[in-house]
């Protein structure tokens, strides 16, 4: 295998960005020449210019006094370009390929044909006998073929491979949620590309992976300040980054450490909460390895779709979704079949009525569109003893109170509503309301789920028949009943 690159002291002279892209890099003021130069003649014999975009900058030739470039290599296959260059003092390249499939690499850069131009750069430092570098950002929707991106480089004569995580700045800071994928998924990946850089012979590390979601004993780049929770990382980890636990939290660090996964997590959606929010807050429950994943209010939200795809998209044995429904009978056929993916699907009616219950919903035709949903099953949310005894006579016998309700004491006999001591047949207990943290405020409950909410009866250690006691519904009277 070859010899890695020298680590260069990197020096950032500013300047623009290609305007389209869609990655991280960022635009700076220009510095000055002459500051440039003093930070030059600081950096000892290996150094490389970054910053914007170099080769936009018109004195880059003064600069290139025996260092390197780090640019997207879109003009280094122009004739003369590369060959000036080289004589201004031009020692090694790192060119960004940001993947080996044209739509891919020009989407995320904005280019059109940016990966041909880019490719005819590395061909043409090749030529030229200039060491190269080929720097690969893994965003989420390039990380299926990264073990393809390595192995073109490695044709094209690079002399090392960086695979560099996403960070949220630039471009990318606005879709950091859609384009960075999850570093907990990141292993297998990275084992593929490293595997494909070993077979051709060329160095390759990481820059930006946590040492434990990397694969063992895989070098690293530019360390940072580790985590507080890390302090039996090895030395050289680049620690847990605090921009990505920002947006995704720190679930992953403590799925590493062994922490343990939770029975369920609910997570409330609001037709109001922006997408991005959503997504978010999804994957950031996902990460928290529950069994079940209960999505309540998804179907009311107007991108109803998107978010169903990305529910089935998560690490989760079971997603189940509740609330009210008549919004995913107006999925497309292609949508309507992926609902076979989720393990449960619960349809809140509101009232006993179709009449009354697309009333409530505000749409006519809700209570009939819930009917035609695949697999559904449908309980009743009653608000008073009136509501029960309604829904029973319909048929509907998977009931819950709402909060705030009415008497307990105007419930049907006989009710799983009611405990055993207030002449009920009485039900498992609900659990309690276990929402995920990341919920904003004032979301901390649904009206739509299932699951209601109760208080525990203070008797219960004395209590024969505490096991199959619903508790009391919270926002209901107990007056008029028989004390306990």
Do not use: N
């Not at 965003?139 to 073109?152: K, M, N, Q, S, Y």
């Not at 409530?360 to 029960?388: E, H, L, T």
């Not at 006579?393 to 799983?416: F, M, N, V, W, Y």
């Amino acid at each position: 295998m070859r010899r890695r690159l020298p680590e260069p002291v990197w020096i950032d002279i500013g300047g623009a960005t290609r305007a389209s892209e869609r990655l991280d890099e960022v635009a700076a003021p220009l510095r000055a020449g002459a500051d440039v130069l003093a930070d030059i003649a600081d950096a000892g014999p290996h150094w490389m210019l970054t910053g914007g975009e170099p080769t936009l900058r018109s004195d880059l030739p003064a600069l290139l006094t025996g260092g390197g470039l780090r640019t997207d290599g879109l003009l280094l296959g122009r004739p003369g370009v590369l060959a000036g260059l080289k004589r201004a003092g031009l020692q090694r390249v790192r060119v960004r390929i940001h993947s080996s499939r044209p739509d891919a690499h020009d989407w995320l850069s904005g280019a059109q044909g940016s990966l041909r131009h880019a490719l005819r750069g590395l061909q043409a430092c090749a030529r030229a006998g200039v060491p190269t570098e080929a720097e690969i950002t893994i965003t989420r929707p390039t990380i299926g073929h990264l073990d393809e991106t390595v192995a073109l480089a490695c044709r094209l004569g690079v002399r090392g491979v960086v695979l560099r995580r996403l960070t949220a700045q630039g471009a990318a800071a606005a879709d950091f949620i859609a384009l960075s994928p999850r570093l907990g998924l990141l292993q297998g990946p990275l084992a593929g590309a490293m595997a494909a850089a070993d077979a051709a012979g060329v160095p390759s590390w990481t820059e930006g992976i946590p040492t434990c979601m990397a694969p063992p004993a895989r070098p690293q780049a530019k360390p940072m300040v580790r985590d507080p929770g890390c302090a039996s990382c090895p030395p050289g980890c680049p620690g847990y980054p605090a921009d990505y636990a920002a947006r995704f939290g720190r679930a992953e660090l403590l799925r590493v450490a062994g922490a343990p996964s939770q029975e369920q997590i609910r997570v409330v959606i609001a037709p109001d909460e922006e997408t991005r929010d959503v997504r978010r807050r999804l994957v950031a429950a996902a990460m928290c390895r529950p069994q079940t994943l209960r999505v309540i209010g998804v179907a009311s939200h107007p991108a109803c779709a998107d978010l169903l795809r990305e529910l089935l998209r998560l690490s989760v044995p079971r997603v189940e979704v509740c609330g009210v429904l008549d919004g995913l009978a107006s999925l497309s056929g292609a949508d309507q079949l992926r609902l076979r993916g989720l393990a449960r699907i619960d349809a809140a009616l509101l009232a006993p009525t179709a009449a009354a219950h697309d009333a409530v919903v505000g749409r006519p035709g809700a209570f009939a569109a819930v009917k035609q949903i695949r697999g559904v099953q449908c309980y009743g949310i009653a608000r008073s003893g009136k509501d029960a005894r309604a829904f029973l006579a319909s048929g509907i016998t998977d009931l819950r109170l709402a909060a705030p309700g009415g008497l307990l004491s105007e419930l049907p006999s006989a009710s799983a509503l009611l405990p055993p001591c207030l002449g009920g047949i009485g039900s498992s207990p609900p659990p309690v309301e276990a929402f995920h943290g990341s919920t904003p405020a004032g979301r901390q409950g649904s009206p739509e789920d299932r699951l209601g909410a109760a208080l525990p009866c203070p008797h219960a250690e004395a209590c024969s028949a505490s096991e199959r006691c619903p508790g009391l519904a919270v926002g209901w009277s107990s007056a008029g009943v028989a004390p306990l």
